[in-house]
């Protein structure tokens, strides 16, 4: 099934909003600081690279590789911006350290499973309103043979038996 562009727009937004403001609180709590402009180009790049795959359903094991890769650009990103001279800048961009990567992989890993679950919801929503719509669309419709509408109705056929249960209740 894909997905009309509203839909489309939609899920890269949630992406992008997830993704960009949980690097921008993570390089916060790691000591960091994030700017309004830097969030903004963080949010407009993870968008980015969020639209093209937004068009069909995706699991938590294709979102790994686009959160992983993203992770590692915001992270550039924020400590890019974060430093305010180019000898700062030298300083800063170094080896991460284990806990630093550590922390990237564990927050990759439980952001792509918990937007996994958000697609598998969205697009069992999708799925349930489509067969619902179709439904209705299905109904019996009132025809015109003389320019009055007559609805057509099934008809339905009394029971048989000596004793029919009809309904709930006490017994008679």
Do not use: D, N
């Amino acid at each position: 099934m894909s997905a009309a562009l509203p839909f489309r727009l939609a899920r890269a937004t949630v992406f992008a909003v997830v993704c960009s403001g949980l690097a921008a609180v993570a390089h916060g709590f790691a000591g960091g600081s994030v700017t309004a402009p830097g969030l903004s180009l963080a949010f407009g790049l993870t968008l980015v690279a969020a639209f093209p795959l937004s068009a069909r359903e995706r699991t938590a094991a294709g979102i790994v590789p686009v959160l992983g890769i993203m992770q590692v650009l915001l992270h550039l990103l924020f400590s890019v911006l974060h430093v305010s001279s180019p000898e700062r800048l030298a300083g800063h961009l170094h080896m991460p350290s284990l806990s630093m990567i550590v922390l990237h992989v564990w927050a990759v890993v439980v952001t792509a499973w918990w937007l996994g679950r958000g697609e598998e919801l969205f697009w069992t929503l999708l799925r349930r309103l489509g067969s619902r719509i179709v439904r209705v669309l299905s109904l019996p419709r009132p025809l015109s043979v003389t320019g009055v509408p007559v609805l057509l109705t099934s008809v339905v056929v009394k029971s048989t038996y000596r004793h029919p249960v009809e309904g709930r209740g006490p017994p008679l």
